[in-house]
C-alpha cells in the first residue's frame, strides 16, 4: 500500500497573548516534581504554580522558560500556569514592558 501525503499547513503568525487582570508573567526557577514549578514572578513575588492536565505532556517547560501564570484568588503566593511564551514572544513583552529586563538577566534568561 502506498503511504498518504502530509500535506504542508502553513503556519499563521499567532496573536501574542498578554496578562490581563489576576495574570502575571514569570520566569521558571526550578522544576519541583510532578506538577509543580517554582516560578519568579515579574511583581518580584516567588510562586509555586502548577502545571494542568491539559499542557501537562503537550507542552514541555525548562527552567529559564517564561510563562503566563493565572494566581488563585483565596492563595495568592500560588497560581496555575496559562501559556509558555517563545523566544520571540519574550523580545515582544519585554519591548512592550510586561516583564522586565532586570528579572531575565538575574535567572540568566537569554532574549
Do not use: N
Not at 3 to 27: A, F, H, N, T, Y
Not at 49 to 66: H, Q, T
Not at 84 to 94: H, I, M, S
Amino acid at each position: 500500500m502506498a503511504k498518504k501525503k502530509k500535506r504542508r499547513v502553513e503556519e499563521k503568525p499567532k496573536e501574542l497573548i498578554l496578562p490581563s487582570e489576576g495574570q502575571v508573567v514569570c520566569v521558571i526557577d526550578k522544576l519541583v516534581g510532578g506538577e509543580y514549578i517554582i516560578v519568579k514572578c515579574a511583581d518580584g513575588v516567588t510562586r509555586k504554580c502548577r502545571i494542568p492536565g491539559r499542557m501537562r505532556r503537550r507542552v514541555w517547560m525548562r527552567e529559564g522558560d517564561v510563562v503566563l501564570v493565572a494566581i488563585w484568588d483565596f492563595q495568592p503566593d500560588r497560581g496555575d500556569i496559562i501559556h509558555r511564551y517563545d523566544k520571540g514572544d519574550v523580545k515582544k513583552l519585554v519591548e512592550k514592558g510586561y516583564i522586565p529586563q532586570e528579572l531575565l538577566e538575574e535567572l540568566g534568561v537569554e532574549v
